[in-house]
């Protein structure tokens, strides 16, 4: 496993001054919020030690530094997702990084499939909970310096963190729904059997990635928030044949309500 220490000060000795208090992971499709940092400075994944390239189509592979609603945040545009052969360490990396450079707060976003027969294309949820169906788990091993052995899960997404992002969609008339993520390993979608099933287990929503993150990141004690835009249907629930390239134009298109959500959570932290 690649220290985070080295990784963390690799990214540190180019940020110079900046002390970033919030990290925004984006998921497929969402690169786009990058563009919304002002005074950004870019850190490709070629220069931070440990973080492989992006593999996968609307993933860019930098860390972009800047202020987003007066508040120092560090956007992670591009995830390493497991499905891609990195084993659960690797795609929690990041967040280590984050962690040993002072944030305390993690906003995870990602696309997601619609369980919930009411989640219709373009959906906006807040996570409420989540189902780790991956089977992996980033903390497998010796304890990093830092991390709880057994980090209480009871909330893994901050009651606060997701009362702010209801108030902040409220007054911006952003539709915001709320629900359970599960995530699979991937990278094939579900059968129409699988979701029926995940329907029975308690899921809203479905995808591959976000939840290796959040263990990490509540075992650091940093608070997480976690948004899923639903850009389509799960398997069964329509006739149409699902494409990672409806995933990325759904994404585009919910991505304006995302950002206003997150610009609003961002404003009442500051």
């Known amino acids: 496993m690649t220290d985070p220490a080295r990784a963390a000060q690799a990214v540190a000795q180019r940020l110079g001054a900046r002390r970033p208090a919030v990290a925004i992971v984006l998921g497929s499709g969402l690169g786009f919020l990058a563009d919304e940092v002002r005074d950004p400075l870019r850190i490709r994944y070629a220069d931070i030690p440990g973080f492989p390239e992006p593999g996968v189509a609307g993933h860019k592979g930098e860390l972009v530094a800047g202020l987003l609603e007066k508040v120092p945040v560090l956007v992670q545009a591009g995830r390493f997702h497991l499905y891609e052969g990195h084993d659960a360490a690797t795609a929690a990396l990041p967040v280590r990084v984050f962690a040993r450079l002072g944030v305390k707060t993690l906003i995870v976003t990602n696309a997601a499939g619609g369980i919930r027969p009411t989640f219709g294309s373009g959906t906006l949820m807040l996570i409420a909970d989540h189902i780790n169906l991956m089977f992996r788990n980033p903390l497998v091993g010796p304890v990093l310096k830092g991390e709880e052995r057994f980090p209480d899960m009871s909330d893994p997404y901050d009651r606060e963190l997701r009362t702010l992002a209801r108030e902040a969609a409220r007054e911006a008339h952003v539709a915001l729904e709320e629900g359970v993520y599960v995530a699979l390993l991937g990278p094939s979608y579900e059968t129409p059997a699988e979701v029926r099933m995940l329907a029975r287990l308690g899921a809203d929503a479905v995808g591959m990635s976000t939840v290796p993150e959040v263990i990490a990141a ?53």
């Open 218 to 270: 509540r075992a650091l004690g940093i608070r997480c928030l976690g948004f899923s835009i639903v850009t389509n249907p799960a398997s069964g629930l329509t006739a149409q044949p699902l494409s990672h390239q409806e995933v990325l134009a759904a994404s585009a298109a919910a991505g304006t309500g995302l950002v206003t959500v997150v610009k609003g959570v961002l404003r009442r932290l500051s």
